[in-house]
């Protein structure tokens, strides 16, 4: 069993914020992969599917970004599963808009909600990055991600939402470089 979580804000004012890229991604999945309905356990909304012959528990923590850990943290323990099994979509200010990278480990590079993650949880998990790209000053950061993608944005992210369900088993499988690598031949076409 293998626990997915996408951050993000819980609430409506919040759902398209670029900020919420990783709650996006696992709502595309719940969706398009015929997961279970959403319900309420371990501070936030649940969701239990499968992946090829993996059982994937979709999480979308309801304390906010900054203690998203709690509820990963939590779930993680009643499942006694370890770091390694443990996923988590985000937004990356680092990387280009709509490109996707996947790493393991790692510090949290500013991200509150990987702060959050490691202190509760330890660096050892895999992490989807999505790219949200940089407004170019630190100052603006805050509004930026806190601020929804622009109209021009949403297809290129529905693009790249398709592309992560297209591509998701080789995730499940664990084959991170197979993930991305069909990611970017499907962005391409």
Do not use: C
Not at 156 to 183: G, K, T
């Amino acid at each position: 069993m293998q626990i997915w979580a996408g951050l993000g804000n819980p609430g409506s004012s919040y759902a398209l914020n670029r900020h919420n890229v990783g709650f996006m991604a696992v709502d595309m999945l719940a969706s398009e992969k015929s997961f279970a309905p959403w319900k309420r356990a371990f501070q936030g909304q649940v969701s239990l599917g499968q992946i090829d012959q993996e059982r994937i528990l979709l999480l979308k923590p309801a304390t906010f970004m900054n203690e998203s850990g709690r509820a990963i943290g939590e779930a993680m323990r009643f499942y006694k599963l370890a770091p390694e099994d443990v996923t988590v979509f985000h937004d990356e200010l680092d990387i280009a808009p709509m490109r996707v990278k996947v790493k393991k480990g790692g510090g949290a590079a500013g991200h509150n909600g990987l702060r959050s993650t490691i202190a509760h949880i330890g660096q050892s998990f895999r992490r989807v990055r999505l790219g949200i790209g940089h407004p170019g000053e630190k100052s603006r950061v805050h509004d930026y991600v806190l601020g929804n993608f622009a109209k021009s944005e949403t297809d290129s992210l529905a693009d790249m939402l398709n592309a992560i369900n297209q591509a998701i088993p080789w995730l499940a499988n664990d084959d991170d470089a197979r993930f991305m690598s069909e990611i970017a031949l499907r962005r391409q076409s």
